[in-house]
């Protein structure tokens, strides 16, 4: 029985590739941080893009090209790394790619891996840990600090977030998945807003508590956050944009019909691979131009 | 989807008392119509759906009816609606499944709204029929799949089937359907077919919409078959309505080497039939699929190393609504050529 108790200097490294779930797992940073296991992930970069293209299929998403080739980045660097397979009941599905990842990561690439399933929140904790080789202990006192530190901030950012829409500059709201608008990477597109003088409301820190406004069939745990923002914050803001990866299957049809219910300026950018930024430069803008003479 | 549509106008025809508009045959025109509403990257399904919904509804049908459920599918509802009506067209569209749930006390209702002597146990009378009917159609297809490549008399079993569909229409009761079967069975049986010992034996697998609906797919089973191949496709509806569950949980069990969680729609389950096929020394295995369809893209090199382990061939076939057919041919041709040459 103790053969399997695995015996963990201070020097134990996590891998959590900063693409798709990275951003919905913030609590396990702190988690782990509490715990001095050290978590080893890296900003995108181009060189990662590379990597994730050359092992993905060519008919994947960029945010999950993106994700193998953080994947291939980290392997060689850390001494696990850490894919849950996220999914919640049939009302907050996940999409489709969350689903496969961690078989995928297995069947592929020869790594130590982490892993559970969505069921209770401090049986998921409790169940790495242990693989980790702590004590449930260790474990409890960990999570409670993690829980308190995670909501604590997740609390002053979205307050930061909706305090932005009592600002007297140009206001717009950004539409997207936390791992696209939040990614280093892409998130040069965005960057690219903070010439002009315009404040930028991120749609990934609301609750879902307005969805059902505008679509009464939506089941995408997300998308019911990103439409939620679009009803909360229609009125306040100057125009709305949408920001996807192509070929993202959600944004496919949710985007769309969000476009289509709603009667403000609106800008759809699609990114693929992100070789130059001077079409979107131009784009940008000529949105924000739009939104001033209005 | 194929010729499905005779059991769903059979089942609508007992138990509403509404005109039943059978969607017209998809064309090259459908694709067109409803590529050209549909958002740029929806999968393919939803572009012959959309067209196919306009077909109708210019044609003067009211209400329309649409399926969900799995991945993306279960969305599309919502959106075809809005499409259509700021297309201008008025018409009142009937979701079966939302929440990936098929609520039966929803569906009562819808139909209540449309026929008001609508009879519940009349109602489910004729379901069971009608699944009894898929489940002896999709059999005696197993049994068609298996043959058609040998038959001596060019259309011989497409004939008799068409002439069992309109046959089973007329049915009124589980005993005589059944009756009916067994006989067109034996029909089937008696066709004469010039079939060899070790013929080359190819399994499909894929996504549920192109699998089932041939234009979509640009007739490629009838293709195969004209290369004299036996066939094997597991993708039917009994196994949509009556055996998912079930293949899903053996899928985790059997395949437990190569995937650990379930994948969302038929993903999981095509894992597992690669693993069958392989196990049962198939000569080659195509998988289709709609482009941009996510659970089987995510799954695709899962299903390559499968293969590749067991040297059995697969070839992935994206079918977008704008694919060129000569392609297909061309690279079909060439697979056939190769697993007859490792044959030999």
């Known amino acids: ?294 | 989807m194929g010729d499905y549509y005779v059991p769903a106008k059979y089942l609508l025809n007992k138990i509403v008392a509404a005109d039943i508009l059978v969607a017209p045959l998809i064309t090259a025109k459908t694709i067109e119509l409803g590529s050209k509403y549909s958002p740029d990257f929806v999968c393919t399904p939803f572009k012959y759906t959309l067209g196919t919904m306009i077909e109708a509804l210019d044609e003067g049908a009211n209400i329309l009816i649409q399926f969900g459920g799995g991945c993306r599918y279960g969305y599309y509802s919502e959106l075809q609606e809005q499409i259509l009506k700021d297309l201008g067209y008025k018409f009142e569209l009937l979701n079966l499944v939302t929440n990936g749930k098929a609520n039966i006390k929803r569906i009562y209702k819808m139909i209540k709204r449309i026929d008001k002597k609508f009879n519940i146990f009349k109602g489910l009378y004729y379901l069971f029929i009608t699944i009894k009917m898929v489940k002896y159609m999709d059999k005696i297809d197993d049994y068609i799949r298996k043959n058609i490549g040998f038959e001596i008399n060019k259309g011989s079993f497409s004939n008799l089937k068409q002439e069992m569909l309109e046959k089973f229409t007329l049915v009124n009761n589980p005993f005589s359907l059944y009756i009916l079967y067994k006989k067109y069975f034996n029909k089937f049986k008696k066709i004469k077919i010039n079939k060899p010992k070790d013929c080359l034996k190819v399994g499909i697998i894929g996504e549920l919409y192109t699998l089932m609906e041939p234009f979509s797919n640009y007739y490629l089973e009838k293709e195969l078959a004209a290369y004299n191949i036996e066939l094997k496709r597991f993708t039917n509806v009994t196994y949509l309505l009556l055996k998912f569950k079930k293949i899903n949980k053996k899928a985790l069990k059997k395949s437990k080497k190569y995937m650990k969680y379930q994948f969302s729609a038929d993903a999981s389950s095509n894992v597992y039939w690669t693993k069958y096929l392989c196990d049962k020394k198939y000569d080659g295995i195509i998988h289709i699929k709609s482009s941009f369809c996510t659970p089987e893209i995510g799954v695709m090199p899962i299903l390559d190393k499968i293969a590749n382990e067991n040297n059995v061939p697969l070839i992935h076939f994206s079918f977008d609504a704008n694919t060129s057919e000569v392609g297909i041919k061309t690279r079909l041709e060439a697979f056939y050529d190769m697993i007859e040459m490792r044959r030999k």
């Open chain 1, 1 to 294: 029985m103790f053969s399997n108790i695995i015996c963990l200097g201070d020097d134990m490294k996590v891998g959590l590739p900063k693409g798709l779930y990275y951003y919905y797992c913030q609590k396990w940073v702190y988690f782990f941080n509490e715990l001095n296991v050290e978590v080893i992930s890296y900003d995108t970069t181009k060189e990662i893009i590379e990597l994730g293209n050359e092992i993905a299929n060519s008919e994947m998403c960029l945010s999950m090209k993106i994700f193998l080739g953080h994947i291939k980045y980290l392997i060689d660097k850390c001494d696990y790394i850490l894919i849950p397979n996220l999914h919640y009941d049939k009302k907050n599905q996940m999409c489709a790619n969350f689903n496969c990842l961690y078989d995928l990561v297995n069947n592929f690439f020869n790594v130590k891996l982490l892993t559970f399933d969505n069921a209770k929140e401090i049986k998921n904790y409790l169940k790495i840990g242990k693989e980790l080789g702590f004590n449930t202990k260790q474990i409890k006192k960990a999570y409670s600090i993690a829980n308190i530190k995670y909501n604590k901030n997740l609390k002053k950012l979205k307050i930061e977030n909706i305090n932005k829409l009592n600002s007297i500059n140009k206001k717009i709201l950004l539409v997207g998945h936390s791992y696209n608008i939040r990614d280093k990477y892409l998130g040069e597109v965005i960057d690219l807003f903070k010439k002009f003088n315009v404040d930028i409301i991120y749609s990934d820190l609301f609750d879902d508590d307005y969805y059902f406004y505008l679509s009464k069939d939506l089941y995408w745990k997300y998308s019911k956050v990103n439409v939620s923002s679009v009803i909360y914050c229609k009125e306040q803001v100057d125009g709305i944009v949408f920001f996807t990866t192509f070929p993202c299957g959600l944004d496919s049809l949710v985007n769309e019909l969000v476009m289509r219910k709603i009667d403000k300026p609106y800008l759809n950018l699609v990114i693929d691979d992100l070789d130059s930024l001077a079409g979107m430069e131009t784009r940008i803008e000529s949105f924000v131009d739009i939104l001033e003479q209005n």
